[in-house]
């Protein structure tokens, strides 16, 4: 959220009519930007009007979200389940934690929404972006009930290197003004990962994507690994 104490409200007939451009078929990104469940979505519901205006349009799409809000039940009801997939992002499984970094709902109630999805029929993966090994318990992690992760290592820079209390000194890799973890590294730490059916790894390294598309993405045409 850009200004949170004031956030800017999107013209539902602007996006009907950039949705009306689209082809049936195609899957649109919700939630790219900024989030489109934000406390602010419970007055003014724009992202439920949305929805409910993409599966009128036979429009598929991707909700990303660190909300819990994504599973309350008016919602559920409005999903279409041949056109929505979603991703919620983990960024931590330590709710103390995450409050020091993240104005978001706490990773426990994002781990209840995701179940509840799942639970429900829905095309759901923990999206675990970034990874960051020191804050993860694995046990939490793997015991998430879903079949499908999508997993996007940490990448360094200056900034971020203010937000983690993490050791720095491994990410030796520098690609495209970030810092990276050698690939082997990566291989140790998605080996802690055992808990789902279908993992997908995203990655800039170009190296470390050809590895992964060969060895380890369930899609190997699309790491987001929608449907299926």
């Not at 049936?24 to 419970?42: N, S």
């Amino acid at each position: 959220m850009w200004n949170p104490k004031n956030p800017s409200v999107a013209n539902v007939e602007k996006l009907k009519r950039k949705i009306d451009k689209l082809r049936k078929g195609t899957i649109v990104r919700l939630g790219g930007m900024t989030d489109c469940f934000q406390p602010i979505e419970l007055d003014n519901r724009i992202t439920y009007k949305i929805i409910k205006y993409l599966n009128k349009r036979r429009i598929g799409y991707l909700i990303v979200t660190k909300s819990s809000i994504v599973a309350n039940d008016e919602y559920l009801k409005i999903y279409d389940k041949d056109l929505a997939h979603f991703q919620i992002t983990v960024t931590t499984t330590d709710d103390s934690k995450s409050v020091k970094y993240e104005k978001a709902t706490v990773p426990s109630k994002r781990i209840e929404a995701i179940e509840k999805l799942y639970k429900n029929g829905f095309d759901v993966q923990v999206r675990l972006s970034p990874f960051i090994y020191e804050y993860i318990d694995f046990d939490i992690l793997n015991n998430i009930k879903c079949n499908k992760i999508l997993i996007e290592f940490l990448r360094v820079n200056h900034w971020i290197k203010q937000w983690f209390d993490i050791d720095y000194s491994k990410y030796t890799v520098k690609h495209a003004g970030y810092e990276h973890l050698p690939l082997s590294i990566k291989k140790q730490y998605l080996q802690k990962i055992t808990g789902f059916e279908q993992i997908s790894v995203c990655e800039d390294v170009d190296e470390h994507f050809e590895y992964w598309k060969s060895n380890i993405n369930h899609n190997k045409k699309d790491c987001c690994n929608l449907g299926g």
